[in-house]
């Protein structure tokens, strides 16, 4: 997105809430995708502390298409427990991404992604150690 | 006292009918009884298992961007400019070109042909109302937008939002067959687009999308699937999905399985996957694929 762009989005979003989500953590998370994209959905996740650790609470299915580049843009409001993470499972169940290293403990909050085969995968959100968090995942399309 | 109550209780209904988060109770004041699914066919499909169906289908966004990518050049021809919006008169009809015009307005907005987007914006602005769902769709600062081209990432932002919350509206609401319609009217056009444009430009590209379009196909009829029975009109789309389907029966997708490739770029986490699919096609596959595809949606367009 050009400059002008991003600040007439970000000056017009909150006027225009009346029939929008109106919500600023989107609107800050779109604006942070960066430049060269176009926006394709957004997820507001809310979650409180699990009462165990496991599977990852919020799931949402996605169709992405082959020699499609696409950027995954984690945020996190203020008083979130933990980071927003994620992770990308094909179809057939194996984990194709995640946007934190599992060893060192390192999360990324943007994670571009070449798909390579047109289906339907899950994106899976939590927050790190299970905690509770507001955060918000944008999709965008990398021109 | 009773006159006096159910004045009142008038007035709540007509003021939260416009509001976006109005109740179940000011819903099913608000909507027709046509909008609601009976019990027995919503559970034909499980919540859990329409929720394991992807509501992007097939973004017009993302096939304009092929286009571009292939040096296509706009053509109003592959527009549905013969959708009357005023002339519609079930949810059916306006649900179903909603989705058909929010991919044309897609692709206008891609090629920045933001002055014909206005005329789309106020055909589904009306048809959004129609269904009432007309509160995401800010029509003024839409149009504002799209007069000032500079500004052409909020009006797509913008266009792409108001489809996402009115989607996840109609869902909550217990009108996912209309959101289940609109998203078919998404994909039915895309599909239109797509395989017009390949008449006329062929590119191993664009027809390995079409091709793979067999995967998302049977995801969409899985969406469409609970509804069926509901009228003439939703058994006939679904007839219409079948024989789609059954001209893409022998077109082959396989796959081969590779590990992904993940690096660390500027504190970006960058992820190439290296599974590959292979479409194979025939060109009298891919024919039969583009005329079935073109009936269809011809006449949703001119069924006015």
């Known amino acids: 997105m050009n400059k002008l762009a991003l ?4 000056i017009s979003l909150p006027l225009i809430a009346g029939g929008q989500s109106g919500d600023p953590l989107v609107s800050k998370c779109v604006m942070s995708a960066g430049s060269n994209v176009t926006y394709l959905k957004d997820f507001r996740v809310q979650l409180g502390k699990a009462s165990s650790q496991g599977e990852f609470r919020y799931k949402q299915v996605f169709a992405l298409s082959k020699n499609m580049k696409y950027r995954f843009t984690l945020c996190n409001a203020s008083e979130s427990g933990g980071e927003l993470i994620m992770k990308l499972i094909d179809d057939t169940g194996r984990t194709v991404l995640q946007s934190f290293d599992p060893k060192t403990g390192k999360t990324y909050p943007t994670v571009e992604f070449t798909c390579n085969k047109t289906g339907t995968y899950k994106i899976l959100f939590d927050f ?3 905690q509770q968090g507001l955060g918000v995942g944008v999709v965008s399309l990398v021109k | 006292m009773r006159i006096l109550a159910f004045i009142s209780v008038l007035a709540l209904a007509v003021i939260f009918s416009g509001c976006h988060s109005s109740s179940g109770k000011n819903a099913r004041f608000v909507f027709p009884d046509e909008d609601s699914v009976p019990l027995a066919q919503a559970e034909q499909l ?26 296509v050049p706009f053509s109003s021809g592959y527009l549905a400019s013969s959708i009357d919006a005023s002339r519609q008169s079930t949810s059916f009809d306006k649900a179903l070109k909603l989705g058909i015009l929010g991919a044309d307005l897609g692709y206008l907005n891609m090629y920045e042909k933001t002055g014909t987007s206005i005329d789309v914006l106020s055909s589904i602005k009306k048809l959004a109302d129609g269904i009432n769902v007309g509160q995401f769709f800010d029509f003024e600062t839409l149009k504002r937008l799209s007069l000032n081209r500079t500004n052409l990432d909020s009006l797509l932002y913008m266009s792409l939002d108001s489809y996402n919350q009115i989607d996840k509206f109609l869902r909550e609401k217990g009108r996912g067959q209309l959101s289940a319609l609109m998203i078919t009217g998404v994909w039915i056009e895309g599909q239109y687009l797509a395989t017009q444009v390949l008449k006329q430009f062929p590119d191993t590209l664009l027809r390995n999308r079409v091709g793979e379009q ?9 969406l469409v699937a609970p509804y069926c029975t509901l009228g003439n009109e939703y058994s006939a789309l679904c007839k219409d999905l079948q024989e789609l389907r059954e001209k893409y029966r022998d077109v082959r997708i396989t796959y081969t399985i590779g590990e992904p490739q993940m690096v660390e770029k500027d ?31 011809n006449r949703h367009i001119t069924n006015n």
Do not use: C, W, Y
């Open chain 2, 267 to 297: 504190g970006a986490l960058v992820v190439v996957q290296t599974d590959q699919s292979k479409v194979e096609m025939t060109d009298e596959q891919l024919e039969a694929i583009t005329v079935t595809t073109e009936k269809i949606r």
């Open chain 1, 128 to 130: 790190k150690d299970f």
């Open chain 2, 46 to 71: 499980s919540e859990e298992a329409l929720d394991d169906i992807a509501r992007n289908i097939s973004s017009p966004v993302e096939i304009a961007d092929i286009l571009q990518r292939m040096h």
């Open chain 2, 214 to 222: 067999k995967v998302i196909l049977n995801d969409l009829i899985m």
């Open chain 1, 7 to 10: 600040i007439l989005l970000a």
